[in-house]
């Protein structure tokens, strides 16, 4: 083939350019740490490292569900443990009232500390979480127990606060108020009230063939709602350490995806540079003479 | 016998002919760097010999036949239509390249991002439906991803405009070069019927085919007198006539616009149509056919009529070439806005119909309580016209994160459904049929296999245009690797080599030197003569 020199320029420009671009990508590359910033780059790993993020950034959000599902659950079974010690207390007072054997004054005092159980269980009943009474139902922005002349009442809502903890799996992190009250036949409203009469009354034969029983149903009943909220307590915190594994894996997969190996990266720019340095030299030794160099 | 003189006349044509020598091959070298520039050679031979009976003939010395240049025109055509190849790709590749910019994925600022943030904050709406600030988020998240949406179909409104505009400058510009070709032809055709090679003439007609030929798939023919006729390769439609002084086959345009105007009888698409791409020479058409896009060249009579408003348009079909290359670009755009489209409306419709808590209800009320409204009235929402309720932006509260309406304040039942519609699968381009089947009970749209969820369906159409613009910049760079071979080639053939031009640059001084030699030789021969035989 016939060599003239527009051809030697044509090729050699051609060349030199294809350099410079191999080398702006590497720099480019270098310079943001990514292998790809266009989807152009690789369509499929484009896609797929934005799938990651999505991924990521879903299970930062039912991370963040988890989290504050696990507090609000925390605080429940806080509340729940309180008021079964408050009814143990109940129930060792109704025994003793019960006794029969009692001065009045004595009897009086009993219901005196059986009032303020009363105030306590309401109070407790009222508890909160980040502003929200946890036992309300879903009546969450107004206390739901009240005691009115040694009166229990529930005044809160009912139904499940639902949380998305992955994805289309859905939690139920409350416990309304009304299972506590209404968990069993008679309400615990009606029980406190009928054993605080019955002690005002100075003692009753009903305390001890009727209260203490359905102290016992009361206590039966809360100690399954702990065993309930332990149970969903434990399959958070499981939910927990599989979304943290899973976020972990998807992280390190992103990584890969999408992210330089520098050390690689480095030779390679290097590699590319010598080459251009190379067609630089070259190109200064052939495009300089012609035969008129010599005559 | 030859006489002295007669060999003096051998001489003097010899000099002067290899001074037209010198002056072709200067030509050549300072025409070494012309673009388009193909060497040419000055064809020798010797001149009609001189009989002379009983000893044969001599030789009476050497005259210029013809200046001829150097050209394959086989390569030629082969360099013209891998050019319109070119064109094609390269002019996808800068539109799609800019369709890129408008997506901006992989990125922590793109849709992708957006849509995220919008439904995370109806996950802690439903964590924390009491709490006014959740719904205000909600309403401002989904502001961001209306305003998203509404600035992407802008941008690529933009680009197609600024493609309609390049295309009607590319219109222009090749119905001025066919216009210098025509040009060209009648010159080469008054120095062709003399008989000779108009050389410089053919060099510049051809670079004007070849930079014609990346903007329009075209072949070419010669006529008898050297007259080129050109036709698009793609409809066998001429071009241009061989013969200057007739009008060609077809006159190409630029559709800058396109209007539907309904219940016009003479006709509901309003054309705007550039003259032969000059933008200053526009006229609106009328017609029924509803093929026409922005950006379409199209075919006209020469002869036609503009100002009476009725004009015989003809859509060729296009293949390659820079015009084939921006008229699929702004198709390519079309149908990514059009995917866009169907994924906001997806988006708008399914979060529309579980937001209302009367949905499904006898008394079903869905316009109080639209989440996304459109702009214009429409029913169908797009990228162009979603937005957000305004009256969920002046009162926040009437997000309605609740089952019901008056639904205690700590139930967030319903802000989970909507969360949760990511999960579901739907068909983008039904959606009514997937949102009829709306269960008021437990507040879900009943996932449609068949269908896709609204990130992957945005994935989709990331992975499409990512595709096609690697498509386009292979293809581009293909053809550039190709036509460099190719220009090799046909530089190797018609390139100006300096050094061989230097080497017959001594060659042809040589031979003049010999020649003024045999010029003395003769002159002294001559002097021995007269003066010598002196008495």
Redesign the interface.
Known sequence: MRVTNGNIMNNYLHNLNRNLGNMQKYQNQLSTGKEITRPSDAPFLATRAMNLQTSIDRNGQYLRNIEDSIGWMGVTDSALSDMTDILQRVRELTVYGANGTLAPDDMQAIAQEMGQNIEALAQIGNTNYDGRYVLAGRETTSPPFSVSGNVLAYGGGDGELSRELSENVTMSVNVSGDRITNGVGESLADTMKNIMDRLEAGGNSELSSDSIAKLDDHLENMLSLRAEVGAKYNRLQAAESKNGAETLNMTELLSKTEDIDMAEKIMEFSMMESVYQASLATGAKILQPTLLNYL | MSGIFQTFNVAKLGMQVQQNAVNTTSHNISN??TEGFSRQRVNLQTTQPFSYAGIGQFGTGVEVVSITRTRDEFLDSQIRFENSIEGRYKAGESA??QV?MV?L??SDTGL??VL?AF??SW??L???P?NSNAKTIVAQSAVTFCDAANHMDGQMETLKADLATLQTSKVYDANVLVGQINDMNDQIYRVKIKGLEPNDLMDRRDLLVDRLSTIVNIETSLDENGSMEITNRETGGILLDSNPKQPAEHEMSAVQSVEYVEGDIDGEYHLTVARKGDSSDTYTIKTNVADYAQGDVVFTDPEEDWDDGVVALTRPDLQEGALAGNSLAIEDITAYQGKLDSLVNGIAKTVNKTHNPDSGEADDDISTMDFFLTKDGENDFSADNISVNSDILDDTNLVQA?EASD???????RA?AI??L??GRFDMTDIETDVAGYDAGDMSITTNPAGTTF??FY??I??T??????DA?RGSENQ?ILL?QL???K???S??????E??SL?QYQTAYQANARVMSTLSQMLDTLINGLRA
């Open positions: 070494a760097n799609l390249e890129e997506f994925e992989p992708n991002s995220d439904w995370n996950q802690e439903s964590k924390t009491e609740g639904s205690p304040a700590g139930d967030g039942s989970l969360a949760q990511r999960n990130d992957s994935k989709d990331v992975a245009i990512g595709i096609d613009t690697q910049r550039e460099l220009n090799q080639r530089d190797s053939i390139g100006v080599s300096i050094d061989e230097v080497a001594i």
